[in-house]
């Protein structure tokens, strides 16, 4: 499932990143990796806010729709 998809306060395991080499590299860079877990904090006009890595990010609907859970 798409992470753009998930409600806030669930959790999920990365399981696969889509898209171009440079966006999958941005993302890694922010500590998306596969077998890494993500959580769903809240959700704004579409866009997310996760926590991973003990860090909390903002992404849009579109970069989370990269990353499948």
Known sequence: MPLAMAKPG???TI???TGRDEVRQ???E???VVNSDVRVI???G???IVQVK???IALDRSMAAR???
């Open 10 to 12: 669930e959790s999920g």
């Open 15 to 17: 399981q696969k990143i």
């Open 26 to 28: 941005h993302l890694a």
């Open 30 to 32: 922010l500590g998306f």
């Open 42 to 44: 809240n959700v704004i």
């Open 46 to 48: 579409g866009n997310l």
């Open 54 to 56: 003990d860090s909390r």
């Open 67 to 69: 990353i499948l859970i």
